[in-house]
């Protein structure tokens, strides 16, 4: 079965500063992998995903992430931070269709921004 | 475009109590999905539509839990009786096939007291 694991709860920047939250997968084929944001009381919307092609993808608000097959890591980077980053991210995994085609979601890592 | 339409938005009820959630998937929408999200975790599938059929319900407590999606296109999911440790947030997303992006919505917190 496949699995995700986002290393560290929660994550304190300060504005303008590089934003790195990690995720690590597990898969025995190809997954397709994505990252969403959630804040409060919303819903999770999202950031970008990889599905095949280039490893490394840009998504919206200035988020990129790199799809390492070696390491099976997918982490999430910003170069700048800025204070209406802070919230929840969330690392997902898709499974193949012959196993479900879900998501199946990390336990998320929040995000904070200091002034 | 109207996004993924869930209500209510927010729902106290007593234990043993029956509760209903309502969702609207995005228009052309094929696949539907419903999540859980306990405080502080990320959501877990409870079940998977393709169209009106339940593809993928195997997260789905069946003694208590219930789900339709009649006509391929809203959806409801039934808690009944309801228990102190449903309380949580239930997500529905939608996409247009199961490997394409899943829009979700705003979700619903329910408190069961």
């Known amino acids: 079965a496949q699995s995700v694991t986002q290393l560290g709860s929660h994550v304190s920047v300060s504005e303008g500063a590089l934003v790195l939250l990690r995720c690590n997968y597990s898969?025995?084929?190809?997954?397709?992998l994505f990252w969403y944001v959630q804040y409060p009381n919303q819903g999770l919307q999202l950031l970008l995903k990889?599905?095949?092609?280039?490893?490394l993808v840009k998504g919206i608000n200035g988020f990129e992430a790199e799809f390492k097959k070696s390491e099976t890591s997918f982490h999430l980077t910003k170069p700048s931070a800025h204070m209406s980053d802070a919230a929840e991210y969330f690392c997902a995994v898709s499974e193949l269709a012959n196993q479900g085609g879900k998501l199946i979601f990390g336990q998320g890592t929040e995000l904070s921004v200091k002034p | 475009e109207a996004g993924v339409v869930q209500s209510p938005r927010y729902k106290i009820i007593e234990k043993k109590q029956p509760v209903a959630f309502w969702c609207n998937p995005i228009?052309?929408?094929?696949?539907l999905y419903w999540y859980l999200q306990n405080l502080g975790q990320g959501p877990e599938l409870l079940i998977r539509y393709e169209n009106e059929e339940a593809v993928d319900d195997s997260q789905l407590p069946k003694d208590r839990f219930s789900a339709e999606r009649l006509k391929g296109v809203d959806s409801t999911l039934k808690i009944q009786p309801a228990e102190l440790g449903d309380s949580a947030v239930y997500l529905c997303a939608s996409s247009v096939q199961w490997n394409t992006e899943a829009f979700f919505g705003q979700g619903t917190r329910l408190t069961v007291v």
């Open positions: 228009s052309g929408h094929n696949t």
């Open positions: 898969s025995s084929v190809p997954p397709y």
């Open positions: 990889y599905t095949t092609g280039a490893t």
